[in-house]
Nanobody, 124 residues
């Protein structure tokens, strides 16, 4: 059974930083591309970041202002998202996913499954 468990969210002030983690199991981690997506309150899901199987190529969504860094540890089967200079518009439920290749960014990501994701809230 595939499991993706996100953690590391929280409430931070504008300009703050967070590191999100995604622990995985149930699939051959090294064979899959990975992504982070987010769903802001009252809005649809949007892409945040993507990474290839060996972590040598990354891409970022149009809504990301260059302050996020995606990475992976294949030995630990973990995915990470380092976020700096967070702003209120980054407030959202963040969640991870796996893919056979680069996702089609012309299509929105699937919504988070029930109970999936870690909440990030940016407020003074």
């Amino acid at each position: 059974q595939v499991q993706l468990v996100e953690s590391g969210g929280g409430l931070v002030q504008p300009g703050g930083s967070l590191r999100l983690s995604c622990a995985t199991s149930g699939f051959t981690f090294n064979n899959f591309y990975l992504s982070w997506a987010r769903q802001p309150p009252g809005k649809g899901p949007e892409w945040v970041a993507f990474i290839n199987t060996v972590g040598t190529q990354t891409r970022y969504g149009a809504s990301v202002r260059g302050q996020f860094t995606i990475s992976r540890d294949n030995a630990k089967k973990m995915l990470y998202l380092e976020m700096t200079n967070l702003m209120p518009e980054d407030t959202a439920l963040y969640y991870c996913d796996w893919h056979l290749g680069w996702p089609d960014v012309g299509k929105p990501p699937r919504p988070p499954r029930r109970g999936q994701g870690t909440q990030v809230s940016i407020s003074a």
